[in-house]
């Protein structure tokens, strides 16, 4: 069993002994004398939710969160493309028509649900809090990677301190960019319960929904085939979950992640990171009972209906196929243009290096030879003086200036940094070997030198301006900074840009996908090691 699975089996065992079922209800122990006084189960960390089954088999189901965090006033309307939708719910209700009305209703508990848990974050990324989380759990913790708003590391409060840090406070506040561990504490009296409008009528439903369309769903535009499910969260909310095969998943990330219009090449290697990436990270919202979300919090997916010949030729080329270390899917990472420079694993996110991820200058070597690597901050300022004869070159961000006043910076610094003041100073204290910066101090006018040092992701999440963190910076007066940088995105693995140009030269797919991810293998995901993907 998954380490995830066996978390959330464990939190469902401990809410069943509270007689937490899945209507969110406490059941009344049954009277009776001479009973032995059971210990006190730890608190839950958060909503029961079961986890997702694994993506296993040659043909996986992926569930992909259409919309999360449902709740509150306001209805939610479910149109069919063509003929009836078929709702039915947990407790046997069902109807047919060709649009469904549904809203959220508070319903008191019947006993308090009491929730308990160590927070650390917010972080930028989901790859930094795994990073964080991994760390803790060698330390011996249970952690759970969870993202209420932001990304955060959930622990039970009995977990041992994360290295390097100080146990929780209750009431005290994380500083920015985060990760002092904080006590959070919940007294929740009331649930959210879906309704349906039947007749004229709000009738109360028992969740999971499951919802058939077999005309397709509209939604956000576009046509969904589904099937569908609407599920409690982590949070107390719901979640609009589509379930697909993977291979009709990649038509509606494919298109929107790399363009439909792409050369035959570019289209196919893009269809096998995505694919890999979806294995390789179908944990990311296992916390709230599915796999993925639809955003760029994971891969951006949307209406997988009519797609070009060409982009369903490349993605059925490469059916099944994988891009594989020691017999296990890459962390299958790509971005939209890297610069000239691509960068290692560990530049854009807390982590190990890996591997496959390394730093490398990204053209032929009439571009690449007056360069080497690390590239310092001169290297760094010739680099970014060429504008052409790198791969990629031609994509809009290629290069790139963006102005930054205190005002702005300091807005996206608060509320973390109250002890900033208004930002003077901003000072770039590491790179790494692509000559992206991994360290940015901000200082302020604040008495006695108040300073923020944003690390590798939160560089780009706190000032959002920022294309990348291949840049230089360059003040122009009290308040205002000039950004100098090139590429789009963190700058590890596949650049897109790159992906479309060295295929319009003539490269294969699997020339491409060496060059970005050098020493993996394409295997078929039925041959990856271990049983589950």
């Known amino acids: 069993m998954p380490r995830h699975a066996f978390l959330r089996l464990a939190l469902v065992l401990a809410l069943s002994s509270l007689g937490i079922g899945a209507g969110g209800c406490r059941a009344e122990p049954p009277a009776g004398q001479g009973q032995r006084a059971a210990v006190a189960p730890a608190l839950p960390l958060h909503w029961p939710v079961p986890a997702p089954p694994p993506l296993t088999g040659p043909q996986p189901l992926l569930w992909v969160g259409l919309a999360a965090q449902l709740r509150g006033p306001g209805e939610l309307y479910l149109d069919s493309a063509a003929g009836s939708l078929r709702l039915r719910d947990a407790a046997g209700v069902q109807l047919e028509a060709p649009q469904l009305a549904l809203r959220w209703t508070r319903q008191r508990l019947a006993r308090p649900l009491h929730i308990r848990r160590l927070v650390l974050g917010p972080f930028a990324s989901y790859e930094s809090a795994a990073a964080v989380a991994e760390r803790w759990r060698l330390a011996g913790a249970q952690p759970l990677v969870a993202r209420p708003g932001e990304w955060e590391v959930w622990a039970p409060p ?11 406070v209750p009431g005290q506040q994380p500083a920015l960019p985060g990760q002092q561990p904080r006590l959070l504490e919940l007294h929740e009296t009331w649930t959210w319960q879906p309704a349906l409008r039947r007749a004229g009528r709000w009738q109360p439903l028992q969740g999971p929904l499951q919802l058939a369309a077999p005309g397709g769903l509209r939604w956000k535009g576009g046509v969904y085939p589904g099937n569908f499910r609407l599920q409690a969260d982590a949070h107390g909310g719901w979640t609009l979950v589509e379930q697909l095969p993977l291979e009709r998943y990649l038509l509606g990330v494919v298109p929107l992640e790399i363009g439909a219009a792409s ?59 994988v891009l594989a270390w020691h017999g296990q899917p890459i962390h299958a990472v790509y ?82 940094a109250p002890g900033l003041g208004q930002p003077n100073r901003i000072v770039v204290l590491e790179r790494g070997a692509s000559g992206r910066v991994i360290a940015l ?45 090139g590429g789009y995105g963190h700058g590890a693995g596949l650049s897109q840009a790159g992906a479309i140009d060295l295929a319009a030269r003539g490269w294969s797919m699997e020339r491409i996908l060496q060059r970005y991810y050098p020493g993996t293998q394409l295997l078929p995901l039925t041959s990856l090691s271990g049983s589950d993907h």
């Open 158 to 168: 009995e977990s041992p301190p994360l290295p390097g840090q100080q146990p929780a």
């Open 263 to 321: 050369p035959p090449a570019a289209l196919a290697a893009q269809a096998v990171l995505a694919r890999t990436w979806a294995l390789r990270n179908q944990q990311r919202f296992s916390v709230d009972g599915y796999h993925l979300c639809a955003d760029t919090q994971c891969q951006v997916y949307g209406d997988p209906g009519p797609v070009a010949a060409t982009l369903r030729r490349a993605i059925f080329a490469t059916r099944g196929q």
């Open 335 to 416: 971005h939209a243009s890297n610069g000239g420079v691509a960068a290692g694993f560990e530049e854009g996110w807390n982590g190990a290096p890996l591997p496959y991820l390394q730093p490398q200058l990204d053209g032929p070597p009439s571009a690449t030879k007056p360069l080497s690597l690390p590239l310092d901050q001169v290297a760094v300022t010739n680099l970014l003086r060429r504008s052409s004869g790198f791969y990629g070159a031609e994509h809009p961000s290629f290069r790139w200036q963006r102005l930054v006043d205190a005002n702005a910076l300091a807005a996206a610094l608060r509320p973390g």
């Open 441 to 485: 101090e901000i200082g302020g006018d604040q008495p006695g030198g108040g300073q923020v040092v944003l690390r590798r992701d939160a560089i780009r999440r706190t000032i959002r301006q920022l294309p990348s963190t291949l840049f230089n910076v360059e003040a122009l007066g009290p308040g205002r900074w000039r950004f100098v940088g």
